[in-house]
Every structure is written in structure tokens, then in C-alpha cells.
């Protein structure tokens, strides 16, 4: 990797460590507040930067017809070409070009997909470091080769970030005959692999990794680091006393390059509301009796009287009478029913299995065993566990054998790991609205890319029932509908539950369908495969939203496309849109709606107040006004982001309160 690269990245020193990734940015509230007014204005400006973009796209263009003249060999050699220049010039524009110019030669040999200009455009972007807004369908598998290959010829070891292990998997499987062909070797890092095939996946040029498992694998290298440290003197101990030394092994990753975060808005934005936390296993000497005696407690408690609910920040704090009571319960008994703040945290935690963490939402019991649902991305997070005896509280509650109690060891939030990277660049088709956050705490600039082909995709609005009934039979009729017509069509609910009661409700009515959930996840590829035929229904979590390219039958193209209904609408209008990009990809026909209820979690959590006047409003079959719908969408979707970002900036706070506590200690993070 050269100093021309690293300068261009304006790169000047590593943080002291492992490997090479940029230090801790010590920005306060005042560069925040700049940073969102920058990053409000940056989409403004987008125009300029894509006359720029532009030119260059031009110049790749203008270089297709040499280039498809070459054979194999010749088009081989100007590679090898291009990678001494890149290796010992960096980022040079002329360089670049003539990368790109190949990459797009070389997959529509081996893919059969030429790159359009947009994506030509979109590359450029990602090369310097900007948040590419692409719209759904547009390609952005695609377009991330092409700085992907840039990047690791110059020198420097590139991460591809996504949201689960099936595009990381599908996309690094596309896209490796590429790679080969320029000499580069790419890696998959997937939840449950082995040590040794994670250190060999992330050793290579190009790594498409899961989010989660590459920030987890960072905590371990970072963990390791200390225990080095800390045996250093044992080592001395043993060299003096004629031990042989074994050898340290290796850290897991190279150092933190060059990222590209697919489905940006979700990893550095939904999922950033809380840190990524490493616990060692404990045994617990008091065992299932205490879980039980704190869930038939709490189970007594009244909500307002003895504790504070706050359902939207998934949050319960006792009040003054309810450490009164807990006191009073705990009057004579030993262990942590002595210690007051012990006590109150342990009922805190029963109170929180009791209301806040439901069966099939938040978590679902395979095997005997209690399964965290990812929320963001509808999948099982295998091997994971809810800290602080929360997890064991969960499963006393559901009747399964008692799992270890974990304890802290390390912690990191997204927001302190991906500020890391020595380069950060993004992609998603959401990310306008949350520009603001986008730079003033990763300081990337969003710069929205035009789309290749009109899009024709139809919105038949929005229906709001009184309640779940209506919704679900209304759900049902739509589908039947589409189906009749030899249209495909694809529901989309927040839960597991919720995409169970729709099978329910379509088997009743006779209605043919697949269920795509985390219980059905080694079925998913099939699944989505089968989804674009004519008279398909899937019924599908968030599983089916981001990434899933739901690929149409000709008959499908011609009765319509893919129609998507959305049942409940989620916290952030960003998620919902996602769902409906499903249709009307790249140009293709298609429609969406969302037939909702006002039962839906995000209207009970954050219009509550108002839903008794809105009921009274609703018409004789249960249909909401269509104005006050729209109305009552605005509202609570504003207040959970404003919530969720509030979130966000006190988990970054607590961050770094942790941090300074920590370092005071002499201790990592």
C-alpha cells in the first residue's frame, strides 16, 4: 500500500494497536451540530459532484470499444498494468479510469452484466469515501466490485459489509470469478465458522463479511491484545525458567482499511441504537430459584404504582414504592436480595422479560433452546445471549434448562468501530433523510445517484383499520386478488408472530403461500427464488427486505409485476420503503400498498393518546379517513426516529463515559 493512497485517505498515523485503523475522534457536541448542517446541505450539492461523476463516467465509456477488442490475454495484461500504477501511484484519476473501464469488461465477459453509467456513477462515488444513495433494484452488487477491485490492487485489504450472511454469501460467490480474473482472492466471513477460517477469509484481498461478526471478531482481537499485554511477564517467567514458549496466535483481521457498508442507513443508523458486547460465561450459584422468586415478584408489581413503563425505549425503572416493595420482599433473605441495587436490577430485568420481551418478536425457542430474532434483519442471531441475567430471566419464564449467566468483557458501539476505517464509503436506496447523522458521525456524504430506467412502480396508498381483524381479512382479499390475476405477491410483517397469524388467515382462506422467518432461514434462497412466479404468495419478516432481489417470470411481467403489501409499518418510513423497493426493480412493472391497523406496535407506542379520537373517527367498516391515516403515519414515525436518534447520540455518550472509566482503570475497551 502506498504513501499516495494513504495520503489521498489523508491518512498521517495509525492508532497505536494490532493493525493499522485511524484513532478515536474526539469531536464534541458544537462539531456535531456542524457536521448535521453539512450533512443536510450535501445531498444539495450532489448536482456538482455528479457533473464530476459524469465526466468520469465518460471517460470509462470511451474506453469499452479498445477494450472489447482485446482477447483474454491482452485484457489480462492490462490489468497486471494497472495494478503496478495503482500499487505506487494510489488513487491517480487516470489510473482509475482505466480500472474501472476493465472491471466493466471483465464482468460482462464472465457475468454477462455490463455496468450502466449510474453505476459507474455510484462506483465513483464509494471509491472516495461517499454514501452512494442508489434507489432498490439499481444494482449495487455490482457497483461495489468496482471499487472494491480499485482498492485492493492499489494495495489496501477491502471490507464489503452486509446485513446477513445470505447476500454476503450470494454476493462474494457472484462476483469471485471476477476477482480471480484481476488476481485477487476474496473471503467470506459468515457466522460459524472456524477460527482458522475466518483468519485465512479476512487474510484475503477482498472480504465480504456480516456486520455483526466482523465488529465481534475486532472485540476479540482486541481482547487478545490485552492478554498479551497482561502475560507479558509470565512469558519472561517462563524464558528465564527454560520454558519453551507456543506461539501467540494470530489476530484475526489485517487492520481496518477500506469498508463498504451495503445497506448503510441500517447498520450505521437502526442498528447503532445499541453497543456490540463480547461476555464470558459465568456459573450462577444461586441458580434458577432466584430468576423464579424475581418473576413471581414482579409479576405483583403494578404498572405506575411500583414501576415506570417505556415500552418505545424498551425500558423499566422501578419507582420509589417499588423499592419499597422489593425491600420489603427481600427482608431476610440472602445473597443479592441483601444488596439493595443488586435486588432492584434483578426485578428491573424480571419486569423486562415480563412486558417488554415477547415470544416470536423478540426471540423463539428452537431445540429447547431460547434463539434471539435480529429485529432489523428478521434472522436468528445463533450463539447470542442478552447480558446481565436477562437471558436466563427469559427462559425461567418459558421453561427451558437454565444457560450460563454471561458477563462483560468487552463492548464497542458501531459508531466508535466504523469511524475506524481508514476509508469509510456506503450504498443504500434510503439515506437522504438521515444525511444529518450520516456526517456528523461518520462524516460521510450522502450523494443520491439517478436511476438507469424510469421507474413505473404504482403506490395504491395506504388503508388504516380500527384493528387487527379487519386488517388481516383485508390483507387476505388483496392477496387472493393478485393472485387471481397471475400477479406474485409478497407480504411483509415486523415478526414472526405476526407472519404466522397471515398464514393462518390465508390457509383459512384457502389461499396457497410460503413463509419466509427465522424459523425457515436454510429454505430462504428457495424461497425467494420461487417468489416472482405467477399466483406466489410469501409471507415474509424483514428477511425478504433488504438486498432480496425477487427476480419476475415473463407471465409475471406481463400480469403487473410483484405486488407488496406491507401490514404494519416500522419505526423509520425508510424501513417501509425498503419493503416496497422489492417491486419495480429496474424498471420492471409492479405495485405496493400498507394495510395497517391501529393496534400496530408503532402507533401504541407512539400515538397512544391519540387513538381513542381516531377510532370514533373510523368509518362502518373500520376504515380509517385516508387523510387521518397519513396524518397519524407522519406523527408516529416522527416521534420513534426522534426517539431512536435520541437513543443513538446517549449511546455514544455512554460510550465514551465508558471508555474514559476504562482507560482511568488501565484497561481497553
Known amino acids: 500500500m502506498s504513501r499516495a493512497l494513504l495520503a489521498g485517505w489523508q491518512v498521517h498515523a495509525f492508532a497505536p494497536g494490532l493493525y493499522p485503523e485511524r484513532g478515536d475522534l474526539r469531536d464534541n457536541r458544537f462539531d456535531r451540530l456542524l457536521g448535521r448542517l453539512g450533512g443536510r446541505w450535501a445531498p444539495r450539492g450532489a448536482s456538482l459532484r455528479r457533473q464530476r461523476g459524469r465526466r468520469f463516467v465518460a471517460q470509462v465509456e470511451a474506453q469499452a470499444d479498445a477494450l472489447a477488442a482485446l482477447d483474454d490475454g491482452e485484457l489480462g495484461r ?6 503496478l500504477t495503482l500499487a505506487s501511484d494510489g488513487l491517480a484519476e487516470a489510473a482509475v479510469v482505466a480500472c474501472f473501464a476493465l472491471v466493466r469488461e471483465v464482468c460482462a465477459r464472465l457475468l454477462g452484466l455490463r455496468h450502466y453509467p449510474v453505476q459507474l456513477l455510484g462506483g465513483h ?12 433494484g439499481e444494482g449495487k452488487t455490482l457497483t461495489a466490485v468496482l471499487p472494491a477491485v480499485t482498492v485492493a490492487l492499489a494495495g489496501a485489504p477491502v471490507h464489503v459489509i452486509t446485513v446477513n450472511d445470505y447476500l454476503a454469501r450470494r ?9 480471480r480474473f484481476f488476481g485477487l482472492r476474496v473471503g467470506l466471513v459468515v457466522p460459524g465458522q472456524e477460527r482458522d477460517e475466518r483468519v485465512a477469509a479476512y487474510a484475503c484481498d477482498v472480504s465480504y463479511c456480516v456486520n455483526k461478526d466482523l465488529v465481534f471478531d475486532y472485540l476479540r482481537d482486541r481482547i487478545s491484545q490485552k492478554r498479551r499485554r497482561s502475560a507479558s511477564r509470565a512469558l519472561v517467567d517462563g524464558w528465564l525458567a527454560g520454558a519453551r514458549p507456543g506461539a501467540a496466535a494470530p489476530a484475526l483481521l489485517r487492520g481496518l482499511f477500506y469498508a463498504i457498508v ?5 447498520v450505521l443508523i437502526d442498528e447503532a441504537r445499541t453497543p456490540l458486547i463480547i461476555s464470558s460465561d459465568t456459573d450462577d450459584p444461586q441458580g434458577r430459584a432466584l430468576y423464579e422468586q424475581a418473576l413471581a415478584l414482579a409479576a405483583g408489581l403494578a404498572a405506575k404504582e411500583h414501576y415506570r413503563l417505556r415500552r418505545h425505549e424498551r425500558s423499566i425503572e422501578l419507582s420509589d414504592a417499588g423499592r419499597g416493595a422489593v425491600g420489603e420482599f427481600a427482608r431476610g433473605l440472602p445473597g443479592l436480595w441483601a444488596i439493595a441495587r443488586a435486588r432492584e436490577e434483578l426485578v428491573e430485568q424480571a419486569l423486562s422479560a415480563l412486558h417488554l420481551f415477547e415470544l416470536d418478536r423478540h426471540y423463539l425457542i428452537a431445540d429447547g433452546k431460547l434463539q434471539i430474532v435480529d429485529e432489523y434483519t428478521g434472522r436468528v442471531l445463533p450463539d447470542r445471549s442478552w447480558e446481565r441475567g436477562l437471558h436466563q430471566m427469559l427462559e425461567v419464564k418459558e421453561g427451558l434448562d437454565l444457560s450460563k449467566r454471561r458477563d462483560t468483557i468487552s463492548r464497542i458501539t458501531y459508531q466508535r468501530f466504523f469511524r475506524r476505517y481508514l476509508c469509510l464509503a456506503g450504498m443504500t436506496g434510503t439515506a437522504t433523510e438521515v444525511a444529518p447523522e450520516m456526517r456528523s458521525v461518520y462524516a460521510l456524504d450522502v450523494v443520491p445517484i439517478p436511476t438507469n430506467e424510469p421507474m413505473i412502480r404504482r403506490h395504491l396508498g395506504q388503508r388504516v383499520y380500527c384493528d387487527g381483524e379487519r386488517r388481516w381479512a383485508a390483507v387476505v382479499e388483496r392477496a387472493g386478488e393478485m393472485r387471481a390475476g397471475g400477479r406474485a405477491v409478497l407480504i411483509g410483517t415486523r415478526s414472526v408472530a405476526a407472519s404466522e397469524v397471515a398464514s393462518q388467515r390465508l390457509l383459512a382462506a384457502g389461499l396457497p403461500h410460503e413463509v419466509l422467518n427465522a424459523r425457515q432461514d436454510a429454505q430462504e434462497a428457495e424461497i425467494i427464488r420461487q417468489a416472482g412466479t405467477p399466483g406466489r404468495i410469501t409471507v415474509a419478516t424483514n428477511m425478504a427486505g433488504r438486498g432480496t432481489d425477487i427476480v419476475l417470470s ?7 409485476g410483484l405486488h407488496v403489501i406491507l401490514s404494519e409499518f416500522h419505526d423509520a418510513a425508510r424501513i417501509d420503503r425498503q419493503l416496497f423497493g422489492r417491486a419495480g426493480r429496474q424498471g420492471d412493472p409492479g405495485s405496493c400498498e400498507a394495510i395497517v391497523a391501529l393496534d400496530d406496535e408503532l402507533f ?13 373517527r373510523a368509518a362502518a367498516d373500520g376504515l380509517l379517513p385516508p387523510a387521518l391515516g397519513r396524518l397519524l403515519r407522519r406523527l408516529a414515525q416522527g416521534a420513534a426516529e426522534r426517539q431512536n436518534a435520541r437513543i443513538r447520540r446517549q449511546t455514544m455518550e455512554q460510550d ?3 471508555e474514559q472509566s476504562l482507560a482511568f482503570a488501565g484497561r481497553g475497551e
Open 262 to 266: 451495503d445497506e448503510a442507513d441500517s
Open 125 to 136: 462515488a464509494l471509491l472516495y469515501g461517499k454514501l452512494a444513495e442508489m434507489q432498490t
Open 656 to 658: 465514551k463515559r465508558v
Open 78 to 83: 492490462r490489468a497486471a498494468a494497472v495494478r
Open 171 to 179: 454476493d462474494a460467490e457472484l462476483l469471485a470469478p471476477v476477482y
Open 554 to 560: 415473463d407471465a409475471v411481467r406481463a400480469a403487473g
Open 604 to 616: 401504541v407506542a407512539h400515538a397512544a393518546p391519540w387513538l381513542g379520537w381516531l377510532r370514533a
